[in-house]
């Protein structure tokens, strides 16, 4: 068994922001960061446009970014939480600044601010089209300099030590050994992201399968609003490839069309505004244009736009596109909606406390009423930083003495597994591919009750027939993360089945009940 005073499962912008403030403050404290790929794999090293903060009350005001999240979240934000985290905006973009964070500036010296859909102002900072990257790496370089971080790549959580609503800590598997390990811990910290690779086409990578999610609903903590997911209306689309690459909203912004396969700008029949239309509405037509038509994707038409300067504001994109074969001059760029964002997660208090004791929630892995049913674009690396505060500030105002594991739990879980036989192997991928392919199509931007009662008769038989094989200890970490995708996808399920009204990124079919 393994102590530590800090246990941080996750090494994204929320996990390594709270890690090194603590070890800063407190030099002779222990703080272990547990990571399932390459030290810096997460959503946050993808993220593009920025964070969103008021960094003038000339040009810009916090009431402004207040109204504009509260419009976006369309009456389901926590006011008082919206506006503690929009107030503490500047204060946390000068920390990332001293940590090394570069943010571009215009010739006159000032912030270079983006605007983007849904905001009322110019104010997203942002380095280039790689924003998240440049944050991460800042962030892990400073991470590596404090001697008491430990940050273990390549370890994946398989499940939160919990008795009578404590928590002491994690079960951890070493993914090069399949050796598993108890961390003890005064306190944990989930910091375990998002859920995109439950669904077929995500601009999330493969890492965000839900697994905080799962492993705090297993050890009783409330999970909240996971039927508010937004999905981004145009990724690259590509049969075969897992990684999505996101084609920028600012795209149709310049003037390109959204066609579908006949060439019709099908947009227009359901929203005067056409491709200006917000990302949701986007969204739901595409989804709709593609169960009517049956067609794998749709298409954004550039051939009529000025080409020089199309590939002066848009060069990743333009690249990108050439490299897969499409060229934005001549080809029609195939696009489908892909789930980007979770809303809802594991219910926190604005300490980032969950319902369990000794256990903390931060970032997209966390449901604080920031978002209420959409998220305003680049207010999620705002809020991740603004709760990693929130969650140092409370912990370190918190005596500290050890949070002995109970003998029960230490027993139950000092266990390691069969390795799983080839053939096992191929029948996980395979269960991955349906699960994501039945999550996208009943589970996805337009959803129905007699969809939903579908996905959940058949996620709930794929769970029992994992949770046999791992009693069994027929297992592997992979295993533990299909099942995790799993209980997300029915969280998402059961959430949706008790919304009946639409609302921001939550659209439902209304259907004839027969009783
Ligand atoms: C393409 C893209 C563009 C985006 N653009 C923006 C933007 O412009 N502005 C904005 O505000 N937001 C943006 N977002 C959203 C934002 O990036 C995320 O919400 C935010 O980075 C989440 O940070 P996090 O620390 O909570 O999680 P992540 O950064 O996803 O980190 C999660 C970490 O947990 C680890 N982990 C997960 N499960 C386990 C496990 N079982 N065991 C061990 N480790 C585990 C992962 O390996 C990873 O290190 C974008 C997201 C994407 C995908």
Known sequence: MEKTNYLILGSGVAGLTFALKMATRFPDRKI???????????????????????TSEITDSYQDHIEDTLIAGAGLCDLSVVEMVIKNGPKRLQELISWGANFDKNQTGNFDL???????????????????????????KQVHRQENIELLPHHFALELLVENKRCYG????RIVNKKTTIFQAD?????????????????????????????AYRAGAKISDMEFIQFHPTVFYEKESKNKFLISEAVRGFGA?????????????????????????????????????????????????????FQKHFPTIVQTCIAKGVNPARDWIPV???????????????????????????????????????????????????????????LASCDLKENKLPISLENKTNSDFIPMTKVHQIQLQNLKSELQALMSSSVGIVRSNSDLRIAKNRLTEWKSILE?????????????????QIEVGLLIVEHSLKRDENCGGFMKLKEIEHS
């Open 32 to 54: 272990t960061i547990i990571t399932k790929g390459d030290e810096d794999e997460s959503n946050t090293k993808y993220a593009q446009g920025g964070v969103a903060v008021v």
């Open 114 to 140: 983006g605007m983007e859909g849904g905001h009322s102002a110019n104010r997203v900072l942002h380095h280039k089209d790689q924003t998240g990257f440049e944050i991460e790496q800042k962030i892990l």
């Open 170 to 173: 994690a079960k951890v598997i």
């Open 187 to 215: 306190f944990t910290i989930l910091a375990t992201g998002g859920i995109g690779n439950t669904y077929q086409h995500s601009s999330n990578p493969a890492i965000a399968t839900g697994d905080g999610i799962a492993m």
């Open 257 to 309: 069309h959204l066609k579908n396969k006949r060439g019709e700008r099908f947009l227009l029949k359901i929203d005067s505004r056409g491709e200006l239309a917000s990302r949701d509405i986007v969204s739901q037509a595409i989804d709709m244009e593609l169960k009517k038509s049956r067609e794998p994707c749709v298409f954004l038409d550039c051939t009529h736009l000025d080409m020089d300067k």
């Open 336 to 394: 489908v909606p892909a789930q980007h964002y979770l809303c809802g997660g594991v219910d926190v208090d604005t300490n980032g406390q969950t319902s369990i004791q000794h256990l903390y929630a931060c970032g997209e892995v966390s449901r604080t009423g920031l978002h209420g049913a959409y998220r305003l674009a680049s207010n999620s690396l705002l809020e991740a930083l603004v709760y990693a505060d929130n969650i140092y500030k409370h």
């Open 468 to 484: 046999k094989s791992i009693e069994n200890r027929e297992m592997d970490w992979k295993m533990m993360e299909i099942l995790n």
